[in-house]
């Protein structure tokens, strides 16, 4: 016992930190679950959606504060299966599907939670930090079903069924996906980003509740048509010759 205690007290801080905020996105997908099983939809997306706050920041505090583990990679990607592959999965079928389906509903279902373990699966062991996804990112892919529930779209069982068949199937496949995280405050040209940032603003201003599925096509469709979002937003060569001129 006495060596249980020693190594819980020698967890360095800057560790704990980044695996309670990882633990929000836990809370995020079980809350999720339990809202869907009381059929408060709703809430029970947006929750997805929040989800990614959590994903997002764990990492960024992580590397801030030099507090990166093995643990708390794999903490990440636990919670990622949980609030972005079982959570939206288990959603769009009460949400749309239902029991009427027979066998497909759940076996669709468990093909999308099945293709978002696998892409973790992946990326734990064949990322490179600097280049592109290989694939659509787990979060996309769970924000991208939630937001059909957000913008109150009625679909039938088929099409819901088969739209977890084509994002789970492009989690898997090799499309490349925008990275952002190779984006830094001294490559970035602020021009582009805060352009981006309007456009973004604007779509939820003008779409309202349908700005999450825009944006999450938006963000399919790049991938598709090879557009690296984090490429284009980098300063190149000449962006700095230019600026200097202007300087």
Same mark, same amino acid.
């Given at each position: 016992?006495?060596?249980?205690?020693?190594?819980?007290?020698? =967890?360095? =801080?800057?560790? %704990?930190?980044?695996?309670? %905020?990882?633990?929000?996105?836990?809370?995020? $997908?079980?809350?999720?679950?339990?809202?869907?099983?009381?059929?408060?939809?709703?809430?029970?997306?947006?929750?997805?959606? /929040?989800?990614? /706050?959590?994903?997002?920041?764990?990492?960024?505090?992580?590397?801030?504060?030099?507090?990166?583990?093995?643990?708390?990679?794999?903490?990440?990607?636990?919670?990622?299966?949980?609030?972005?592959?079982?959570?939206?999965?288990?959603? %769009?079928?009460?949400?749309?599907? $239902?029991?009427?389906?027979? =066998?497909?509903?759940?076996?669709?279902?468990?093909?999308?939670?099945?293709?978002? &373990?696998?892409?973790?699966?992946?990326?734990?062991?064949?990322? &490179?930090?600097? $280049?592109?996804?290989?694939?659509?990112? %787990?979060?996309?892919? $769970?924000?991208?079903?939630?937001? &059909?529930?957000?913008?109150?779209?009625?679909?039938?069982?088929? &099409?819901?069924?088969?739209?977890?068949? /084509?994002?789970?199937?492009?989690?898997?496949?090799?499309?490349?996906?925008?990275?952002?995280?190779?984006?830094?405050?001294?490559?970035?040209?602020?021009?582009?980003?805060?352009?981006?940032?309007? /456009?973004?603003?604007?779509?939820?201003? =003008?779409?309202?509740?349908?700005?999450?599925?825009?944006?999450?096509?938006?963000?399919?469709?790049?991938?598709?048509?090879?557009?690296?979002?984090?490429?284009?937003?980098?300063?190149?060569?000449?962006?700095?010759?230019?600026?200097?001129?202007?300087?």
């Amino acid at each position: 016992m006495r060596k249980v205690d020693r190594r819980v007290k020698n =967890i360095p =801080i800057k560790t %704990i930190i980044p695996n309670m %905020i990882t633990s929000g996105s836990v809370f995020c $997908g079980v809350s999720s679950l339990i809202l869907t099983a009381h059929e408060r939809f709703i809430p029970a997306a947006l929750l997805i959606c /929040f989800a990614v /706050f959590f994903d997002v920041m764990d990492g960024r505090v992580a590397r801030s504060l030099g507090g990166s583990s093995a643990f708390g990679e794999e903490l990440d990607s636990l919670a990622d299966a949980i609030s972005f592959g079982v959570a939206p999965a288990f959603l %769009i079928y009460n949400a749309y599907i $239902g029991v009427e389906s027979g =066998i497909w509903g759940p076996l669709t279902a468990s093909f999308f939670a099945l293709c978002g &373990v696998l892409r973790l699966a992946r990326f734990n062991v064949t990322h &490179v930090p600097a $280049g592109p996804f290989q694939g659509l990112p %787990i979060p996309a892919g $769970g924000v991208a079903l939630a937001s &059909v529930v957000i913008a109150r779209i009625p679909i039938t069982p088929l &099409v819901a069924m088969s739209a977890m068949c /084509f994002v789970g199937a492009l989690m898997v496949s090799s499309v490349p996906y925008c990275n952002a995280k190779k984006l830094k405050k001294t490559n970035v040209s602020r021009a582009k980003l805060y352009g981006l940032m309007t /456009f973004i603003a604007l779509c939820f201003f =003008i779409l309202r509740e349908k700005a999450f599925l825009a944006v999450a096509v938006m963000y399919i469709i790049s991938g598709l048509v090879k557009f690296d979002g984090a490429e284009w937003i980098m300063l190149h060569p000449e962006d700095e010759r230019s600026a200097h001129e202007k300087d």
